[in-house]
Nanobody, 115 residues
Framework: QVQLVESGGGLVQPGGSLRLSCVAS????????LGWYRQAPRKERELVARIRIFGGINYLDSVKGRFYISRDGAKNTVDLQMNSLKPDDTAVYYC?????????WGQGTQVTVSS
């Protein structure tokens, strides 16, 4: 069973930055893709950023130029650097792995952007 554990959420003021990290229990290069999703209250879960096994990256339009996804094979981590945060970025952020037709989720980490 694949386990994904997120860290790095918290409270930040508008314009601030946070870095989320997700540690996987398996070699991340065995995954078809790694990604970050988020879910705000009363909204559906949405894809924020995804990196595919060969390096292709997708971002949600509203975070382009502010958020950056990266991976580290030595640490088996996938990180999300979030800059210029806005109140609309407030949500629970989930790490996601797709592998051989299976989908795995982390437990989520809360990000709150507020003054």
């Amino acid at each position: 069973q694949v386990q994904l554990v997120e860290s790095g959420g918290g409270l930040v003021q508008p314009g601030g930055s946070l870095r989320l990290s997700c540690v996987a229990s398996i070699n991340i290069f065995s995954a078809d893709s790694l990604g970050w999703y988020r879910q705000a209250p009363r909204k559906e879960r949405e894809l924020v950023a995804r990196i595919r096994i060969f390096g292709g990256i997708n971002y949600l339009d509203s975070v382009k130029g502010r958020f950056y996804i990266s991976r580290d094979g030595a640490k088996n981590t996938v990180d999300l650097q979030m800059n210029s945060l806005k109140p609309d970025d407030t949500a629970v952020y989930y790490c996601n792995m797709q592998q051989g037709g299976a989908t795995y989720w982390g437990q989520g980490t809360q990000v709150t952007v507020s003054s």
